[in-house]
């Protein structure tokens, strides 16, 4: 089993950050990852959807199913993928909102283990998770402070 944690400083407030990366049927124009969202059940606390990831050079598209709960009073996530799972036995995520220095400081902790049937190893998992998490986060920042200082 497996955590990384990453976090990035956000120039817009903690309620704004908070509420744009809980729109997932906006998250096509937050992330630069997914092709498409659908949300399949929502409740105050509770999001249920799935996403499809763009294709890549060497793979094409990916669609999966996960679940949010959102502590709104307390500006924190707990989420988890449902499936399919591969290539992980399972994955736990929580994102963290923190009022910092003008800004947003947002941490995304993701715990997981690697399926041995998807044939990757859990340093490969690790190194992946921590690029495409910073990226996506750097993607994040920009969308999120591009549309705040047009605001």
Known sequence: M???QNSIWIHADRITVFDRTNDIAGWTDLFTEYQGTRVLEQGDAYIRFELTTHPESNRPSRSWISERWLDRPNFRITAKRLEPLLPFKHMNLEWLYEEQDGGTYMTWIQEFEVDPASGL???????????????????????????TVRS
């Open 2 to 4: 497996a955590t990384i």
């Open 121 to 147: 190893t859990e340093a490969q998992v690790e190194a992946h998770l921590n690029r495409t998490t910073k990226e996506q986060m750097a993607a994040v920042k920009h969308n999120i402070e591009k549309q």
